[in-house]
């Protein structure tokens, strides 16, 4: 059974930083690209970050590009998602996700498999 757990969100002041982490169990993490969603109230779920098994593909969206880093450690099946210079409009729901083949992608269709979600608030 494949569970994604994520951890690290909560509140921060605008400016501030925070690392998400997600541990992946029940798949070889290894060969799966990784990704970082995200979905405010009202909006669609939208990309953040995505990175390929091998790490040879790396992916920010331009919001977030400049202030945010994916990074995985194979060694703990984890993806992390470092945000620094955080902004009120980054308040959301953040989701990460598996993908199989491991190529990275920026379309959430794309992604087998989500971790239940973590709030993220930044306040002004």
């Known amino acids: 059974q494949v569970q994604l757990v994520e951890s690290g969100g909560g509140l921060v002041q605008a400016g501030g930083s925070l690392r998400l982490s997600c541990a992946a169990s029940?798949?070889?993490?290894?060969?799966?690209?990784m990704g970082w969603f995200r979905q405010a109230p009202g909006n669609e779920r939208e990309f953040v970050a995505a990175?390929?098994?091998?790490?040879?593909?790396?992916r920010i969206a331009d919001s977030v590009k400049g202030r945010f880093t994916i990074s995985t450690d194979n060694a703990k099946n984890t993806v992390y998602l470092q945000m620094n210079s955080l902004k009120p409009e980054d308040t959301a729901v953040y989701y990460c996700a598996a993908r199989y083949p491991g190529g990275g992608s920026t379309d959430r269709n794309d992604y087998n498999y989500w971790g239940q979600g973590m709030q993220v608030t930044v306040s002004s």
């Open positions: 990175v390929s098994s091998s790490g040879g593909y790396t």
């Open positions: 029940g798949l070889a993490f290894r060969y799966y690209a």
